[in-house]
């Protein structure tokens, strides 16, 4: 069930309640691909950060080590010792990424495994039974994600697919959760809106799909390759075709400045490798931006990453022992900025759910960005 419970312009200020929980929106969904946060995170440390949505993948998962073996010591949950909600990724995003070795056809996609080279065939149906035996608390819809800079044939006939597809999904997901021997009854589903960079093939697709009162929808193929401009401008123009009375997720987005931009255009959900690929490699996120802590200014820095902040890392370690294990290769260096990155990212969510109660989100969003923006001139650094 999704209740909104403020609003500001456009922005919403919702709750969404699952089966494992209630889930306070707008949220970031922290990623842990093959059910682990990439940085030696466990899920002790998720729940101390502040994470309220874990997010794994579907077609990793069935890799390695197996969703039959998922599910057979008892779904996801259990598996990785998680008891709050969880997302799946189809797998179709990774159909996108494995171009030069997949071949896609109505039934689904045919392709090799990036592990071993064995082949694999997707499609609608394998990716919701995959996904019920992973039992995760909420199941995207298997979809193809078109290039943003595609033709418009090819991108108009694979969305026609992709909401073939979607039907599909749909019907199988409700066969699956009838079966008195699925893990996750209550397994929701969220559609998939594509279309690349044309509006009028979004806007097509949206109203299509929002016609199958699904648990929720989303916004994907966008962040792989168009200008951010672009991207505001598919969410102008799509999300107010999505049901306003079902949450919005935004696909692998973003950066800071992305998630205040989306929020800003009715987004609820998001989720990004980039608080924990930054991470790994030194690069922290503070109120003014992101710092690399490999610099050699930060050599004899006592100070935390960031004045104030209550992660485990800033509120135990200086920058100056942190640069020292991270020069040194020391897996510790790339933890503690990793939950650095993933609190800071958490703690932004929660600002932003707490500026939109008191009603005062355009102010927080102008004052936010133009602390970001003023780092990234000075270090002109990616990954806002």
Known sequence: MYKIKKVE????????????GTVQTPVFMNVGTAAAIKGAVDTTDLRRIGTQVELSNTYHLHVRPGDDVVRALGGLHKFMNWDRPILTDSGGF???SLAGL???KEEGVHFQSHVDGRKIFMGPEESMQIQSNLAS??????DECPPSKAPREYVQASVE????????????????NSLPDTINRHQMLFGINQGAVYEDIRIAHAEEIAKLDLDGYAIGGLAVGE???????????VVPHLPQDKPTYLMGVGTPANILEAVDRGVDFFDCVYPSRNGRHGHVYTAGGKLNLFNEKYKLDPRPIEEGCGCPACQNYSRAYIRHLLKAKEMLGMRLCVLHNLYFYNHLMEEIRDALDAGCFAKYKEKKLEGLKAQEQQSGAAGF
Do not use: P
């Not at 697919?161 to 699956?176: D, F, G, H, I, P």
């Not at 200008?227 to 123009?237: K, P």
């Open 161 to 176: 697919r992709t909401a073939r597809w979607l039907v599909r999904c749909k019907a199988e997901m409700e066969r699956l």
């Open 102 to 104: 997949r071949k896609i």
């Open 94 to 96: 990774q159909v996108f």
């Open 9 to 20: 312009g456009r922005a919403k200020r919702a709750e969404f309640t699952t089966v494992h």
């Open 137 to 142: 608390t909420i199941a995207m819809a298997f």
């Open 227 to 237: 200008t951010h401009e672009e991207m505001y401008r598919v969410l102008d123009a």
